[in-house]
């Protein structure tokens, strides 16, 4: 009797957990969930237009995102460019380096992610080597179509910022209340492919 009742109250225990944790279907959800999500953490290649205005040739990019926590909702991203031109926003061109943009997603449904990413253009020449002369943000919506095998920023805004007049901190951002040289968009920025 007394072994019957200690079966039944572990069946009882096993079947409040079940139920509390999501019942016997948990892993099939789970590999649903995963499927209805987006996950975006990997590598992607693709073309950066540019704004329409700069009359510029296209960018070709290499984009890395990984894991700022555990859940996958925030993710760090850095954009190396494969032809940088330090011209390509049309701000300044004392310039010879546009540095990789780099910053976070955050996601916003199951297949966008709001995303802030920043970069700066930057002399080498020996007299001024390591001389930032603007600062480049850009703000947008990310979105994967095509089951998660393709990205596009469907809508980004570009702001440049002189860095001698808008960052008298010098802290490496636009003082708060800095008003930026340029602003382009809302606009398409890039369309990008996944290839890992």
Request: charged content about 20%; some cysteine; hydrophobic content about 40%.
């Amino acid at each position: 009797m007394r072994r019957l009742f200690t079966i039944t109250l572990l069946a009882l225990a096993l079947g409040m957990f079940l139920f509390i944790n999501g019942g016997p279907n948990l892993l099939a959800r789970q590999v649903l969930a995963s499927h209805e999500y987006c996950r975006a953490e990997g590598s992607w290649i693709g073309i950066n237009a540019g704004p329409a205005d700069a009359n510029i040739p296209k960018l070709i990019f290499q984009e890395t995102f990984s894991r700022a926590d555990s859940s996958g909702q925030n993710l760090v991203a850095v954009l190396s460019w494969a032809n940088p031109d330090p011209t390509f926003f049309a701000f300044n061109t004392d310039v010879d380096v546009l540095t990789d943009l780099t910053g976070i997603a955050i996601r916003t449904s199951k297949t966008s992610y709001d995303i802030k990413l920043m970069a700066y253009g930057v002399e080498t020449q020996p007299e001024a080597r390591g001389e930032i002369h603007y600062i480049v943000t850009v703000e947008g919506t990310m979105a994967f179509p095509d089951n998660c095998n393709s990205k596009v920023i469907e809508s980004a805004t570009v702001r440049l910022y002189d860095k001698a007049t808008t960052d008298l901190d010098e802290d490496g951002f636009p003082d708060e209340d800095a008003e930026p040289g340029r602003v382009s968009g809302p606009l398409q920025l890039s369309n990008a492919k996944r290839i890992h």
